[in-house]
């Protein structure tokens, strides 16, 4: 496997990692600014790949905080490493996540975030948006850094193949293609409402989990994510009902 690192966004980096086995990208989203913050861990046993990527922006040990989209393997996995490699780093996670999980599994005690909270990082402010179920997981969430537009989406978009780090195009060809292959998304009532939200933030980039890095119009393509899940869920409303 093959590491690669791309700045997306002024001082927003990509690590991609593309798993043969899996068929697709697994990325971490690092954020570069007074107090480091890391976005996906990654499995652990993909830490080694990942850290020595890091190591080529900054050393691991200046990592001030590590968070992720929900608790999973490739998003949280080697949660413990890394606060082994960067002993002043914390986690930073949604209070209820917290709660349920990262309280207990973490090696030291995570920062809880509210939210629409703020954490300030010196020179990237991401804001903390709860996205409960979406795409997936009671825990989920995203964040929003102000400064670059940027919308750290973990799953949302996915895709399937080992793109490019980077494009302009819409990426909701590919992620239709994932949804219909994976069924990876909670159809919940709550669905299209934020997805919805989100597109209010209008982010002109989206770093995702698996997939490049799209540079665009990422409001309009939260609309579009919308609609596709308001398709699905009424195709599984009228199934019920036939």
């Known amino acids: 496997m093959n590491t690669t690192i791309d700045e997306i ?3 927003i980096y990509r690590i991609g990692t593309f798993v043969p ?8 989203i690092l954020v570069t600014g007074e107090e480091p913050l890391l976005f996906h861990t990654g499995m652990r046993a993909l830490f080694p790949l990942v850290s020595a990527a ?8 200046q990592l001030r905080w590590i968070s992720f989209g929900h608790v999973e393997a490739d998003e949280s996995g080697s949660m413990n490493e890394w606060l082994a490699a960067a002993p002043s780093a914390q986690v930073a996670f949604g209070g209820l996540g917290c ?4 309280n207990d599994l973490a090696d030291r005690a995570p920062r809880p975030l509210e939210d629409g909270e703020v954490l300030d990082i010196g020179g990237k402010r991401l804001r903390y948006v709860a996205t409960p179920h979406v795409p997936h997981g009671w825990e989920a969430g995203v964040f ?3 400064t670059t537009n940027t ?5 949302l978009f996915t895709q399937m193949g080992d793109g490019p780090a980077i494009s302009d195009d819409s990426p909701m060809e590919a992620t239709i293609a994932a949804e219909d292959a994976f069924g990876y998304s909670s159809l919940a009532p709550t669905t299209v409402a934020t997805v919805t939200g989100l597109a209010e933030l209008k982010p002109t980039t989206l770093a995702l989990m698996h997939g490049p890095a799209h540079h665009g119009n ?13 398709e699905r869920t009424a195709a599984v409303a009228q199934g019920a009902t036939a």
């Open 21 to 28: 086995d899996a068929g697709m990208s697994f990325n971490q």
């Open 151 to 155: 919308l750290l989406g973990g799953d």
């Open 218 to 230: 990422g409001g309009a393509w939260l609309r579009d994510l919308a609609d596709s899940y308001a």
């Open 99 to 102: 709660m349920v999980s990262v």
């Open 9 to 11: 966004s002024d001082g």
């Open 54 to 61: 890091v190591e080529r922006v900054l050393p691991v040990e």
């Open 144 to 146: 929003y850094e102000e």
